[in-house]
């Protein structure tokens, strides 16, 4: 089984949580490709040199100096820390940018009533499978950020739980894929800020009803309607999963 496993901003912020996941991801047998956000600390950083964050249904507008904070976080700091922190517990990490080997080709988005800015959305056929999969035979583990290209020299800001769903429908054609969403949460929650109310398995009808509800709200929003594509489109499994027990039985699975 090829394990697609995406760590969220909210852990990526807490340098402990992180190298803490990190040793614990290092230890996963197998195949296995990481994707990571870093959109809290993304923020932060921006509102530190003055630029307001702005985000509309989870994802940012990214101008062009936006844009600027953005590729030199994700596709710089946060990539290379994480690949040498892999290096250090014994996975072979290699680094990537969209731009990279080509492995993700998007399309600025279209702007309708938002302007999003150099914001990337990406398809299944701007995918680079075959060099994926030439990482991943050869015991490789590839770490993707959030950043993406056009192939006319353009880098795009693309949302990372979108590059994890993509990444793993692509993939799922030649492999048996499993698609673990690690966040800050233990899974998909009644009540936001209480443990006991995990919701072990959710489908399509209860995650319609829990959203319309305002159980489920904000970026667990985009999270679940990538998840819920995928699982129609080849991937055998996908779990929402708290960053510190990606190992463990305590999680939400899709169905
Ligand atoms: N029903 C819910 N159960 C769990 N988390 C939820 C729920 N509804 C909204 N959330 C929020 O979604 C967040 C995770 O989504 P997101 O901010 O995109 O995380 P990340 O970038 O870390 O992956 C949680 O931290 C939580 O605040
Ligand atoms: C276009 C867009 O919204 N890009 C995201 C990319 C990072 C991300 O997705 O980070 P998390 O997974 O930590 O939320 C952003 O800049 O916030």
Do not use: W
């Not at 901003?9 to 047998?29: C, H, M, V, Y």
């Not at 959109?39 to 985000?55: N, T």
């Not at 489920?216 to 699982?231: C, H, Q, S, T």
């Amino acid at each position: 089984m090829l394990k697609i496993i995406k760590i969220g901003g909210g852990i990526i912020d807490n340098p402990q949580e992180l190298t803490q996941f990190l040793n614990a991801f290092s230890k996963i047998e197998g195949p296995k490709v990481l994707v990571h956000g870093g959109g809290k600390g993304a923020s932060k950083m921006l509102q530190q040199l003055g630029i307001e964050p702005k985000m509309v249904d989870g994802r940012r507008i990214t101008d062009q100096p936006t844009l600027d904070v953005v590729t030199g976080l994700y596709a710089g700091n946060l990539n290379k820390s994480i690949v040498a922190n892999l290096q250090e517990f014994g996975t072979n990490a290699v680094g990537l940018s969209g731009a990279d080997g080509n492995v993700i080709k998007g399309n600025k988005r279209p702007v309708k009533t938002i302007d999003y800015g150099f914001v990337g959305d990406i398809t299944l056929d701007g995918i680079n499978v075959d060099f994926l999969q030439l990482l991943i035979d050869n015991g490789y583990t590839p770490v993707l950020c959030a950043i993406t290209h056009d192939g006319n020299s353009q880098l795009l800001n693309t949302n990372a739980d979108t590059i994890a769903s993509t990444v793993a429908e692509a993939l799922a054609v030649k492999n048996e894929v499993q698609l673990n969403f690690c966040f800050d949460k233990i899974g998909v929650l009644r009540d936001v800020n209480d443990d006991s109310t995990l919701i072990p398995v959710i489908n399509k009808e209860l995650y319609q009803e829990l959203k319309a509800e305002g159980v489920i709200f904000e970026g667990m929003i985009p999270k679940l309607d990538n998840a819920f594509r995928v699982i129609d489109n080849g991937v055998k499994e996908v779990t929402l999963v708290h960053a510190n027990n990606i190992n463990g039985d305590i999680k939400t699975i899709l169905c």
